[in-house]
């Protein structure tokens, strides 16, 4: 069946550094995929798309990869700020406009 | 833009009761709405896909008559969640996709609704 995994503990930074979130997925090959951001009791809110004949793509302070022969996907948070802690998941498609979530992976950044 | 606001975002009431949880698109048309689930530290886990003036698709496992989806209109759709039992507790997010040409619509997340059934 259908995986998706995304490291389940928690990553700690400091503030200022590259905050680097891995997503890896097995059993078939999404068109594309695409990363959300999600706060305590909130919904998720969209970040990021690429596609599977995209090596990468960024915006801002952000920067996805996709290495479709390793089925992973890497998000990058670059001069992160304590702001940007929250969960981020992971969704790569399974079919028109639908979408399978990783459980996301906690990301703190400290002062 | 693409707001979604999902009502309400809290519900506690007694076994049995059924409960309605709305879903609308503030100021983008949304073809399709997606109702997902989630438990505490678990991802979101898709329940059914709704596609305006048609039938919802349910997932493997949930039951249609027990969440019953109505997607009337273009900014609105409706779960409702029957004769609720306390194993039906959870957080129960909507996402919208616009409706644009092609398969990649980011989805636009509601702020979910916390349902409790004593």
């Known amino acids: 069946s259908q995986k998706i995994e995304q490291n389940s503990e928690a990553l700690n930074i400091q503030e200022g550094k590259t905050a680097t979130l891995t997503c890896n997925y097995t059993?078939?090959?999404?068109?594309?995929l695409q990363w959300y951001r999600q706060d305590p009791g909130r919904g998720p809110v969209f970040l990021l798309l690429i596609r599977e004949n995209e090596k990468e793509k960024r915006k801002e302070r952000l920067k996805v990869t996709f290495d479709t022969t390793l089925k992973q996907s890497l998000f990058h948070i670059t001069a992160s700020q304590p702001a940007d802690s929250a969960t981020y998941l992971c969704a790569p498609n399974t079919g028109f406009q639908k979408l399978v979530f990783g459980t996301g992976t906690r990301l703190l950044v400290s002062p | 833009g693409a707001v979604v606001s999902q009502h309400p975002s809290r519900v506690i009431c007694k076994s049995g009761t059924s409960v309605k949880i709305e879903c609308r698109s503030l100021?983008?048309?949304?073809?399709?709405m997606f109702w997902y689930r989630q438990f505490p530290k678990q991802s979101l886990m898709l329940m059914a896909t709704s596609n305006e003036g048609s039938k919802a698709t349910y997932e493997q496992g949930v039951e249609k008559d027990k969440f019953l989806i109505n997607h009337a209109s273009l900014t609105l759709s409706t779960l409702t969640v029957t004769s609720a039992h306390p194993e039906d507790s959870s957080f129960y997010i909507c996402s919208a996709s616009s409706s644009g040409t092609g398969a990649e619509q980011p989805q636009h997340f509601g702020d979910g609704t916390r349902l409790s059934i004593l």
């Open positions: 100021d983008f048309q949304a073809t399709t």
């Open positions: 059993n078939y090959s999404p068109a594309y």
